[in-house]
């Protein structure tokens, strides 16, 4: 069991609806984290949120919005996907400073 | 562009031998390195954590670091079948006080047979 907490861990969705993944960690880590991770490829960092704001965006379309609502929580809201936006989220937290991240079980996500 | 090279492998070894997994960075100024098994369908799980120069040891696992070669690797002593898997190399690319951003290699898929 990972101490990082993401439902759901399965979502089928169509191109027009609107959803949400959550993730939640109690490890006191103030760093939070979502990837996007295809088949047979590394995961991709899409945002970093550190003390509960936004620090990066690696240029991420605006049909994904991300939401800190505290330090244990972090959203990921999806609207109007594409196909392949079909993927497995990851989120992940660390503690401040040079630590490792650890990863949730992911969200794997279809888009119909 | 910083990058972390590794060989995609399959890397195949016998059960009982000793499995080397090798990688590269570009970045000089990176503090921090990471090894993460990844079992197919599953997330990533970290294994091991080095930040300076030499090995550390952690049951079968060994992690080398050597920052002037810029190379990072990790070896497993005893190899089992459960030790197939995908194994990324994560390397620090951009750390301030509140956060530590990883770059990953593409992992090297290593396959253990009896």
């Not at chain 1, 969705?13 to 993944?21: D, E, F, Q, R």
């Not at chain 1, 991420?60 to 939401?67: A, M, N």
């Not at chain 2, 951009?94 to 956060?99: D, F, K």
């Amino acid at each position: 069991d990972t101490e990082v907490t993401q439902t759901p861990k399965h979502l089928v969705m169509g191109m027009t609806n609107k959803k949400s993944l959550k993730c939640e960690q109690h490890m006191g880590h103030r760093a939070m984290y979502w990837y996007k991770q295809k088949a047979k490829k590394p995961p991709e960092l899409m945002f970093v949120y550190s003390y509960e704001k936004l620090s990066i965006n690696e240029s991420v379309p605006s049909r994904f919005s991300p939401e800190c609502p505290n330090s244990s929580l972090l959203n990921l809201h999806l609207h109007a996907l594409q196909p392949e936006d079909s993927a497995l989220y990851l989120c992940a937290s660390s503690q401040a400073g040079n630590q490792p991240q650890h990863f949730g079980d992911g969200t794997r996500l279809s888009i119909l | 562009q910083k990058e972390v090279e590794q060989n995609s492998g399959p890397l195949s070894v016998p059960e009982g031998a000793i499995a080397s997994l090798n990688c590269t960075y570009s970045d000089r100024g990176s503090q921090s390195f990471f090894w993460y098994r990844q079992y197919s369908g599953k997330s990533p799980e970290l294994i091991m954590s080095i930040y300076s120069n030499g090995d550390k040891e952690d049951g079968r696992f060994t992690a080398q670091l050597n920052k002037a070669s810029q190379y990072v690797s990790l070896l497993i002593r005893d190899s089992q079948p459960s030790d197939s898997a995908t194994y990324l190399c994560a390397v620090n690319g951009g750390y301030s006080g509140g956060y530590n951003k990883l770059i990953f290699g593409a992992g090297t898929r290593l396959a253990v047979h009896p």
